[in-house]
Nanobody
Framework: QVQLVESGGGLVQAGGSLRLSCAAS????????MGWFRQAAGKEREFVAA????????YYADSVKGRFTISRDNAKNTVNLQMNSLQPEDTALYYC???????????????WGQGTQVTVSS
């Protein structure tokens, strides 16, 4: 079992930055691909970014490409999401998740955190 806990969310003005972190405990996540997803109020959960277990490959949603950067530190069992140039449409509950392979599909992620709220004011 893998337990995931997100942190770093908050309220920021448009154009600002936040750095989300996901700390894993229990089983090591070094063999898992890790992803970030988000869910805005009244909308479905959507893919944001993912990183392979080595950190050598990454995927991004088109909406965040060039603004968000995913990274991981397997020695510390953490995954981060650096978010720059934030916009009101980035407002959502952000989740970290672990999967056996590097994919965008939500159904492929077996382990999920509880989420951290990001609110971007205009």
């Amino acid at each position: 079992q893998v337990q995931l806990v997100e942190s770093g969310g908050g309220l920021v003005q448009a154009g600002g930055s936040l750095r989300l972190s996901c700390a894993a405990s229990g089983r090591t996540v070094s063999g898992y691909a890790m992803g970030w997803f988000r869910q805005a109020a009244g909308k479905e959960r959507e893919f944001v970014a993912a990183i392979s277990w080595t950190g050598g490959s990454t995927y991004y949603a088109d909406s965040v490409k060039g603004r968000f950067t995913i990274s991981r530190d397997n020695a510390k069992n953490t995954v981060n999401l650096q978010m720059n140039s934030l916009q009101p449409e980035d407002t959502a509950l952000y989740y970290c998740a672990a999967s056996g392979r590097l994919v965008r599909a939500i159904r492929e992620y077996a382990y999920w955190g509880q989420g951290t709220q990001v609110t971007v004011s205009s």
